[in-house]
């Protein structure tokens, strides 16, 4: 996200900043899931969710890539999602 804030979901034991994320030690993979190699082991230390906003205009665009939900939309974590990283949506 080159800077900006995303949401992450922690595995027990771990929160922000704890441990730091370092972009030279950190995967995630297709699901969300954010792994780093800790005291020469890899752990997953959490999850970036996916949400899914239904209703009427669903998610709004404030710009730079960002959205919010329409204030009518209802908002379910998604299950049908494959997170890649360098690709840009097309749908937008």
Request: net charge negative.
């Amino acid at each position: 996200a080159s800077g900006v804030k995303v949401y992450v979901q922690y595995e027990p034991g771990f929160s922000e900043g704890d441990p730091a994320f370092d972009s030279d030690n950190i995967a995630i993979d297709g699901q969300g899931g954010i792994s780093m190699n800790i005291d020469g082991n890899v752990a997953l230390v959490g999850s970036i969710p996916v949400f899914t906003a239904v209703g009427d205009k669903g998610f709004v665009p404030k710009g730079n890539n960002m959205f919010v939900p329409s204030d009518d939309a209802q908002i379910t974590l998604s299950d049908d999602y494959d997170i890649r990283q360098g690709f840009l949506e097309a749908s937008n």
